[in-house]
Structure formats: structure tokens, C-alpha cells
């Protein structure tokens, strides 16, 4: 797995403090993009938070999913939370080490009491001091929430005070972008109360260990959920159960479970999201199809990422988003001029570098600008990379819906029908079609569309 490393520098670590006043939240911030352009200490947010002890369980639970590996736990990988102000709200989002679980905690306007929250996207300092000063708050008194410098600029002359230098995996920058992806594809499944929410999560198995678990089902019954040994229609995907474990910080909290899933068909594990809605927040935990299984291998943003008109819609639709909380595929095709389905393709790709999320209780993307290279996800994906090289060196031949690609020794037969390309090689046959196309259809895709393909990727 190819890595490199991410130099976070901070002017100071985060600190809870106390004073006769009360409490002050000092969130420190590294290096980011703002509409000002990059900073190195961005401020997003002085201000009071309305529920402050569920507030910090609900950081700690993004930073404990960011400290986690859910498989072949011994490796292990940690990178301080994102944070994104989008004008009326901040997110706070991680993902696992081992690629299979997002999570995110919304702080939302009626959770904040205090300016209007600043536009832009950072990484924030959770330290170890930090996390056991959070774990001891217990009572709601009023705790003061800065995110960023106590000052617009900060001035110091011998540079950062703490740097932490992190190994950042190619895959796990590819995974934020098929989460987003998956989660565009998911429909409300089922709303618990509280009570009911409290129940069926503390019902869950609590095991541990490296070995992949086959595929669990759960479906809305009444205004619970039960197990069911088969997807039926309506039943949600629950892929390794323990990796839930992030969400008992905030359950007594909790005033309600919203469970999201796609659309099943077969018996396939599919991924899914369990958002627990709390006073002024929410935290959402997006799981992988299986805890052996990263969502950096889904294969969902491959098409999107083979053309060279989403990547020219990509650049137009990027100057539209405005650090916007909510983006709506259709205003945008009006602002651009191009069709809803090339608006979702431009976003799939602008997913790739980090550029939008998905927020299932809006049912809309937002604007992010994680601090990644923005064609690294791309250039390192192992399939597009194979699909370029078949393309650029001649070897796909068109032939109505019918193409030949030649590999290595072997000549593979891809196939159009009904809109979906098949294809007569062993991925294909593995997968048919559920992690995306191989990369016989891509160098396909691309020779059709007249992407460009000479030189390797784009």
C-alpha cells in the first residue's frame, strides 16, 4: 500500500482550560484552505456550544474512529479530525485507519451560540491531554468553543510550536471519495426513538479479532429493528456490528437512530450509515460492505473519473460550490448550464480530491476542501492507472457494442448491454459490476469518450 507522510503544524496544542469565567475549547488548526485562499492557522468559530458534554463525546467519537483499525489491527494509523466551517455549521469528520468506517459529527447552527461560524477546511488538533480532558466533562455548564487562533493572525516568529507527522495511506484518501459516493446512493430505511435506538445498539455483538464476518441484515419492524437472514426489500446492511462501537460515546444523548441503506437486489453486502441525531448535532458512522473490506476498492467514482468531460464540468461546477452547506444538483445545472447527470459526475470527481461530502439527513452534498493533493486520490488508483496505459498504448479495438482489449498475453471481451458494460475477465466474473468497472471497461469507456490517455494519467 503506497503512503507518504502529512506534516500538521500547529501554533499551540489544543487545550481545555479553566478559569473563573469558566471553561474555554481552544481547537487548534493546521494548515488549510479557506475563500481566502490557503491559511496556516484558518478560524472558524469563537462562540458558546449550546450542549457542550455531548459536544465532546461526540468529537472524541470522530477522533476514536480516526485512532481505529476495525481489521488487522496491529497497524496502526491515526490522523488528527477534519474540520470544515460552512457558514451556518462545522464538521468534524475522520476516517479509520483500515479505510472501512467514516464518521462525522455535524455541529449544527442551534448547537452553536456565538459569531457566525468562517467558510473553509483544516485538520484540528485532538491530542491525548485533550481527549482525557474531554472524557471528564460531565456536566452541561457553559463551555466557550474556539476553533482556530484566539487571534485573526497569529504572529509568531519561531513558526509552529507542535508538528505531528503522519503516515497518510493512498487508499484511505480514495475511501473518503467512495464514501461519499456510496452515501449518495443510500434512501432512509428507519427512525428509532431514543429508547429503541439505545436497545438495539447495545444489542450488537462486541467482537473483536481480524476474521471477516459474512453479511448481517436488519430490516424496519414497526418502529424497531429486527434481524432478518435475507435481504428483503427494505433491509439495511450491518457489515461487522462492532464497528458501531464509536456511537455509545453520545447514546444516552441520543433522541433518535436514522438508518441509511441502498437498495438491495441479491444477497451481496452492501455498505450502509447509522446517524444518531442529537441535541443540536448529529453523528453519522458510514461502514464499509465488510470489515475486511475498505470502501477504497468500491470502484464507484471509476467512470466519472475516465472522461474528460467531467473533468472539464469538474472545473466549471468547483467555481459554483461557495463553501455552501448544501448543494443541490439540479441548482447547479441551472447556474452551469449542464445536464443534473454531468452536475453528478462533476461532483463524483471533485469527491475524488476532497472537495464535497454527502450529508444524508439533508440529502445533499457540501463543500469541503480536504488539505490533500487533489489529483493524488486519481493518480494512485490502481485500475484508472491500467485503464490509461490499455488506452494509450492501442490496445482496445471498437467494433459496434462489442470491444477487444488486448492484456498482457490474453485478448478480454467487453460488452455493451443495456447500458452497462460486461466484460469476459476474472474481476469481472468476481464482481459483476459491484466494486465498479475492471479495467478492460474503463480503457473501453475512455477510448469511446475520447478521454485523453497519452502520457499516463491526467
Not at 463525546?57 to 479530525?81: C, E, I, K, N, W
Not at 456510496?182 to 436497545?199: P, T, Y
Amino acid at each position: 500500500m503506497t503512503r507518504s507522510v502529512q506534516a500538521l503544524a500547529y501554533a499551540r496544542p489544543s487545550a481545555l482550560e479553566s478559569s473563573q469565567v469558566g471553561a474555554s475549547l481552544g481547537l487548534e488548526t493546521a494548515g488549510g484552505l479557506t475563500p481566502r485562499g490557503a491559511e496556516a492557522h484558518p478560524r472558524f468559530f469563537a462562540g458558546f456550544l449550546s450542549a457542550p458534554r455531548i459536544a465532546a463525546r461526540g468529537l472524541l467519537a470522530v477522533a476514536d474512529v480516526a485512532a481505529a483499525r476495525y481489521y488487522q489491527r496491529t497497524l496502526a494509523s491515526s490522523l488528527d479530525p477534519v474540520v470544515t466551517g460552512n457558514g451556518d455549521r462545522l464538521r468534524f469528520e475522520s476516517f479509520s485507519g483500515c479505510c472501512g468506517v467514516y464518521a462525522r459529527l455535524d455541529v449544527l447552527q442551534e448547537g452553536l451560540e456565538g459569531e457566525r461560524t468562517g467558510h473553509g477546511t483544516t485538520n484540528v488538533d485532538v491530542n491525548n491531554p485533550l481527549r482525557d480532558a474531554l472524557s471528564r466533562i460531565t456536566a452541561d455548564d457553559p463551555l466557550h468553543l474556539r476553533v482556530g487562533p484566539e487571534e485573526l493572525a497569529v504572529t509568531t516568529v519561531d513558526g509552529p510550536l507542535v508538528e505531528k507527522k503522519v503516515p497518510l495511506p493512498d487508499r484511505w484518501l480514495r475511501g473518503f471519495a467512495e464514501a461519499q459516493v456510496a452515501s449518495a446512493g443510500f434512501d432512509l430505511r428507519a427512525e428509532l426513538s431514543a429508547a429503541q435506538a439505545v436497545a438495539f445498539l447495545r444489542s450488537l455483538p462486541r467482537r473483536s479479532g481480524n476474521a471477516a464476518r459474512g453479511a448481517q441484515w436488519v430490516v424496519a419492524s414497526g418502529s424497531a429493528l429486527r434481524p432478518t437472514t435475507r435481504p428483503v426489500p427494505g433491509a439495511v446492511c450491518l457489515p461487522g456490528p462492532e464497528r458501531l462501537v464509536a456511537l455509545e460515546r453520545v447514546l444516552r444523548h441520543a433522541t433518535a437512530l436514522r438508518v441509511y441503506g441502498p437498495p438491495v437486489a441479491d444477497g451481496a453486502p452492501v455498505a450502509s450509515a447509522w446517524e444518531v441525531v442529537l441535541p443540536g448535532m448529529r453523528l453519522t458512522l458510514t461502514l464499509s460492505p465488510d470489515a475486511s473490506r475498505g470502501f477504497s476498492g468500491e470502484g464507484g467514482v471509476l467512470e466519472a473519473l475516465a472522461t474528460d468531460e467531467a473533468a472539464a464540468d469538474a472545473e466549471l461546477v468547483s467555481v459554483l460550490l461557495a463553501w455552501e452547506p448544501t448543494i443541490e444538483p439540479a441548482s447547479l445545472a441551472e447556474q452551469s448550464g449542464l445536464s443534473v447527470e454531468r452536475v453528478r459526475a462533476a461532483l463524483t470527481r471533485l469527491g475524488t480530491a476532497g472537495r464535497v461530502g454527502y450529508d444524508l439527513a439533508d440529502a445533499a452534498y457540501f463543500h469541503r476542501e480536504l488539505p490533500y493533493d487533489a489529483d493524488r486520490a486519481e493518480r494512485h488508483n490502481p485500475r484508472l492507472v491500467a485503464a490509461r496505459e490499455l488506452a494509450g498504448a492501442g490496445a482496445v479495438s471498437l467494433d459496434g457494442a462489442v470491444a477487444s482489449v488486448a492484456s498482457g498475453e490474453r485478448r478480454y471481451q467487453v460488452r455493451e448491454s443495456d447500458g452497462r458494460l460486461t466484460c469476459t475477465c476474472q474481476w469481472w466474473a468476481d464482481y459483476r459490476g459491484k466494486r465498479g468497472p475492471c479495467k478492460h471497461a474503463l480503457a473501453v469507456t475512455m477510448v469511446r469518450r475520447g478521454a485523453t490517455v497519452a502520457g499516463g494519467v491526467r
